[in-house]
Every structure is written in C-alpha cells, then in structure tokens.
C-alpha cells in the first residue's frame, strides 16, 4: 500500500488551464504539505495543514489554492497556469508526536510533475 | 532567502570511499537539521537528524557532525555504496512544522 499518493503522476497542459492535483496518506498523519520543486532543484513549502486547518501558506500566488476535505486528503488546484507553474509538486504527511517538528517524521509522495506550455 | 545552503551540486566518489556532504546554514536559533536522500522519481525519504545541542549523531554508515560556530553540517557516508547513488537534501525544521531544505547536492558512487 502506497503511503502518500498523488495523481496524476505526470501532468502536460496548456497556459491559461485550470487543473488539480490530488494526495491521499493512508498512515493517519495529523499535518499534510505541498512543496515545490522548481527547475532549479529547490524543494520549497508552499502550503501546510493541520487538521484540516491552514498553518503554512508561504508566499505563492492565490492561482494555487489547496483544499483539504478531511485529514487524509490534501489536494492542490491552480487556475490559470502560467509557464513558471511547471515544477514538480510533492505532498508530504506527518504526526506531530512523531517528532515532525523536528523533521523526521515526514513521508513524501513520489511527485507531479507538472509542464505548462 | 535561502537559509540553507549545499554549494556543491554534485559529486563522484569510488566504491569504498567516504562520501563527505557539506551543508551550511544561516539562522542560529535552528534546532533541528536533517537529511534527506532522494532517488529520480521518487520523494525524499528521511536519512539522519542531528539537534542542534549536539556535535555528532551516526547511524551505521551515516554520520552527521554540526559545527554550531561554523554554521556548518556535514554528511559522511563511509563506505560508499553504488546504491548510495542518489541527491542529498540538508534541511531544517523551521516554524509551522516545515522543512526548508537546501538544492540538494547529487552523489554518485562509482564501482
């Protein structure tokens, strides 16, 4: 059983489109992430969720709007896509007293990789 | 700002050797760094934390020293294995319980 999956694994659009990317964790984790890496291999937070509330929303464009319908589910919609979208996207989960504050309790999916063009 | 920098973006070593990774960073009040290992398409996946009230943590073939006046850490994976293979992430558990990683550095172990 995957841990924390996300679809589609590979993602091609148009500039302009509106699009989602979805993550499921199937090991009860309390706090789920988006982060994204850009062309330049740097893998930056964007969002965080605890709970299903909102704790982290670094500075990213209101075009990514994350939603979080239950604590298992943390899903990523972009609208209107631009060319500096294309990046790979990875969400990530972890338990607070599992010591995810100090970084090792974190589960990453495999990515999406995103491309606008 | 990047508060956690890897200026080396790759490196070779042989089979056998010590792999030695280097990773400096800015904010004093950090308490814990990380490293994280990642195979092409795949996420990362946790390797070896140090607290920042120590100098050294090892585990196995891992060890990982802090240099608190430095601003510096530093990965050691002895011996090298070919399945070793793989980019290397210094980060840090900041605010909110994210991680800021560096951009990584790629290590290829050669037979």
């Known amino acids: 059983d995957t841990a924390v999956s996300q679809t589609p694994k590979y993602l091609v659009t148009q500039m302009g489109n509106d699009k989602s990317i979805k993550c499921e964790q199937n090991l009860g984790h309390d706090t789920m992430y988006w982060y994204k890496q850009d062309s330049k291999k740097f893998l930056k937070i964007m969002f965080s969720?605890?709970?299903?509330?909102?704790?982290i929303n670094e500075t990213v464009p209101n075009r990514f709007s994350p939603k979080s319908p239950d604590k298992a589910h943390l899903n990523l919609h972009i609208n209107s896509l631009e060319l500096g979208d294309s990046a790979v996207y990875f969400c990530?989960?972890?338990?607070?007293?599992?010591?995810?504050?100090?970084?090792?309790?974190?589960?990453f999916g495999s990515g999406t990789r995103l491309t606008v063009v | 700002d990047q508060q956690v920098k890897q200026n080396s973006p790759s490196l070779s070593v042989q089979e056998g050797r010590i792999s030695i990774l280097n990773c400096d960073y800015t904010n004093s009040m950090f308490d814990y760094f990380l490293w994280y290992k990642k195979y092409p398409a795949e996420g990362p996946t946790f390797l070896i934390s140090i607290s920042s009230i120590k100098d050294k943590n090892e585990d196995g073939r891992f060890t990982v020293f802090l240099n608190k006046s430095a601003k510096h850490l530093s990965l050691h994976i002895v011996p090298s294995q070919p399945g070793d293979s793989a980019v290397y992430f210094c980060a840090e558990a900041g605010s909110g319980y994210a991680l800021n990683f560096g951009k990584g550095t790629s290590l290829l172990v050669t037979p």
């Open positions: 990530a989960s972890s338990q607070v007293e599992q010591g995810a504050q100090r970084g090792y309790g974190y589960t």
């Open positions: 969720y605890n709970n299903k509330e909102l704790i």
